[in-house]
Structure formats: C-alpha cells, structure tokens
C-alpha cells in the first residue's frame, strides 16, 4: 500500500505541475509569436542591471502596427488576464479596449505587470516583472 | 471460534492493507479455502477462488479443526460474491488513492506556483536586446530608450485612466 502510495504521488505529481505550467498568461501566446505573425513587430528584451533603478527584473514589450484582426485577438487575450489581475485600470474607447494596466501578485518578492496600449495605429504590450509597486512605477515615469 | 473468526477477520484486513507476511498470506489462503463463513466473502472473491484451486489438494496445517465443504456450492459463493464487507476496507481502499492524487495536486499547484513568474519572459539574465521587423539591434541604449518610451506612454498621467474625468462627464452632462 506503501508503494501504491508512492507510485501514485510520483505519477500524479508532474501531471499537476504539468497543469499548472500550462496555467499561465493568456498574452504568452503573442510573446511567443503565436498571434502576430510575421507581422513587423518593434520586440525589446530587457533583463538585468539596466533595469535596477526602475526596481524590475525583466521587461519584455511588443510594438506593432494595430490592425483589427489582431488587435480584437490581443483584446481577448488581455481581457482574459484582466479577470485574475489583483489590480488593474482599462479604457475603454467604443467598446474597444484601448489601455490596460494589469498587476498580479505572483509570489512575495515581486509582482507582474501586462499592460496594453492601442491608439488604433500603433498597439504596445508589456510584460515585465520586479519588485516595484504600481504606484512606483507611475513615479517614476510620470515626469519623463 | 468466535475468537479464531476475529483473528481471520483481523489477518483478511491486514492482507487488504498489503501489511501480511507471506506465511500470514498462506494461512489466510488456506482458511478462506476451508470456510464458506459471509463476512469472509470479500476476502474470497479476492483470494478465496485461487485459494481454491491451489489448495484443494493440500490438507491445511492450521491446528484449528476447520469444516472442510469443498464443492460446487463454494464456487459458485466465490463468482458471485458481493464487493461489501463488514469492516468497510473496501470503502478504505478507494479513499487513499483519492487522497494520494489530491495532495499530489495540491504539492503540484503550490510547488508550480513558486516557480511560475516570469516564465513568459524568455530571455536570459544579463539580457538587453531588440529586434526590429525580425532584425537585432544589438544597441543596449536603444533598447533601454525604448523601454523608457513605452513606460513613459503607459504611466504619464496623459496615458492613464483619470476616473474624474469620467464623473464630471457623468455630472455635468446636461450643461
């Protein structure tokens, strides 16, 4: 009984991780070009020392041309996240989601961040991860 | 008797649990073969039928005078004996499978949440790149601009939602 205890444990364990891992972010999937395609895409990957003073640890954007097919996918996607957000703020324009904001609270030594930007030409998503508050960041980038 | 019954009872729970040694294992074979008492009738439907046909040829060493009925009667008990028993092992059985997969679960979910941040990010630590229509810009500066420009567009107050811009649409509607 033992070791049918055992077995089951070692079986069921990765299944559940498995679970989980696939749990992630809706928007992953135009982080990892699932959405946009060979669309032209302004892609910055940041991860270290340069973002020390903004107190993050990694930034990863995506700037693009905002067409309606895509931008309605994206929206999806952000929504999607939006409903586990611990915080978030969206504009709306038209029924259009037009700005979004989103912060979770993953684990204690830090939080992320999505946010989406679509002006109807250029459309932004952000992911970025680090122990600076919402409130920090809109510190610091209020006045550049 | 009485006595003895509770022993097999105790031994036929023991062996569910896979806590039996092997002789505890042959003695309780060799019972089950020799009686046709119900509460053992779990017990048979899982061991009794082998226990039978096994057995049936080897006189049982136990020193208690045990009725031997060996016939058609006991196998036909044996194929159509119920699942239930009297000490609800059966009901046991189930339960710790269950709990096993649950907390396996359980372990997965806060196991994988501590290691679940920044896995959309995939790039390596000491990273500072950008890539325009698919071509690296290997220029730290430009790419740090470039993240200060995003920033500054998502949290300059033009940028973020002013919820009292919207009351005094809402106020002042009708002026």
Known sequence: ?144 | MNKDKQYYLDLAERWFDAETSEAEEKELRRFLAATEDPDFDEARAALGFLAASSLRAEAPKSPIDLPRQIGPRRTAGLLGTSATTASGSSKRRWLIPAVAVAASLVLAFFFGRMTAPVEIVPVGAGTCVSYVHGVEVNDEDFAVATMESTLSDFFSPAAAPDPRTDLSLIFNANE
């Open chain 1, 1 to 144: 009984m033992k070791r049918f205890l055992l077995i089951t444990l070692l079986l069921f364990l990765p299944i559940g991780w498995l679970l989980m891992a696939q749990s992630s972010f809706a928007v992953k999937k135009v982080f990892d070009g699932k959405v946009l395609g060979s669309k032209a895409v302004v892609e910055t990957m940041i991860s270290g020392r340069q973002l020390a003073s903004y107190h993050l640890d990694s930034f990863h954007s995506l700037r693009y041309s905002a067409g309606e097919e895509e931008a309605a996918v994206v929206e999806e996607l952000v929504l999607a996240d939006a409903t586990h957000a611990a915080e978030k703020e969206t504009v709306f324009v038209d029924g259009k989601l037009t700005y979004a904001v989103l912060a979770f609270q993953s684990d204690p030594d830090g939080n992320e961040y999505i946010c989406y930007q679509n002006d109807g030409t250029t459309a932004t998503l952000v992911y970025m991860y680090g122990s600076a508050t919402l409130d920090e960041l809109k510190n610091i980038f209020k006045t550049r």
